[in-house]
């Protein structure tokens, strides 16, 4: 059973530019999170998604940054316009259907992102 | 709200000595405690959780944690440090019903000796 995947694991691009972010949970979890981690800081709580749905984005930035889960395919963070200060690993995150506490959350290796 | 605390964001130890990592937690609400271990350019590993159970966990690598609530700690600990455990170690707080989303620590960074 494949683990959860990201892609691409590093991202460069020029401020203004758009990123996207990919993120295909575990096979059978219907549960998606994005989490931001910045230098020498721990990882912040940017969204959570279920399928076709956004369930809490209480964590996302109010401009520039989206997020959606599919039907079909992976969950996308989109940030438009990036800037310096975007420049983060970014996580992903999944977990079986289900009581959200009750369920582990297995996380992705990461997207490094940076902006020049 | 939750919140963690990780006290010391770098600790080190010898080869064979105890490993002591602090969490200390805020919750207005029963909590499940969460360890998690990241190694360089990598995703993070759960290495154990309490929830709600014995107070006393037991995780992987040798890794066990104690839930004290009156002391609203839940410090990691590991007999005996080997080489490979040299990663960062976050602790994470969650509600124990419903939905809540894991708050993290700012991470201890375990650094081992020879």
């Known amino acids: 059973n494949a683990g959860v995947m990201q892609n691409p694991r590093h991202l460069v691009r020029r401020r203004g530019q758009e990123a996207r972010l990919r993120c295909s949970p575990m096979k059978g979890h219907s549960h998606v999170y994005w989490y931001r981690q910045l230098p020498e800081e721990g990882l912040k709580f940017m969204v959570y998604l279920q399928k076709e749905n956004i369930i809490d984005e209480s964590g996302m930035p109010k401009e520039r940054f989206s997020a959606e889960f599919p039907k079909e395919g992976p969950s996308i963070l989109r940030i438009q316009q990036v800037v310096r200060g975007d420049s983060a690993a970014y996580f992903c995150?999944?977990?079986?259907?289900?009581?959200?506490?009750?369920?582990?959350?297995?996380f992705g290796p990461g997207t490094r992102l940076t902006v020049l | 709200a939750q919140s963690v605390t990780q006290l010391g964001s770098h600790v080190s130890v010898s080869e064979g000595a105890l490993v002591l990592l602090r969490c200390n937690y805020s919750s207005s609400v029963p909590p499940y405690l969460f360890w998690y271990v990241q190694y360089p350019n990598q995703g993070l590993q759960l290495l154990l959780k309490y929830t709600s159970a014995a107070t006393l966990v037991k995780g992987i690598n040798g890794f066990e944690a104690e839930f004290k609530k009156s002391e609203t700690s839940f410090h990691l600990t590991k007999p005996s440090a080997h080489m490979s455990d040299a990663a960062e170690y976050f602790c994470?707080?969650?509600?124990?019903?419903?939905?809540?989303?894991?708050?993290f620590g700012k991470g201890t960074m375990l650094l081992v000796s020879p």
């Open positions: 995150a999944s977990s079986p259907p289900g009581v959200p506490a009750d369920n582990e959350q297995f």
């Open positions: 994470a707080v969650t509600r124990n019903s419903g939905y809540s989303t894991l708050t």
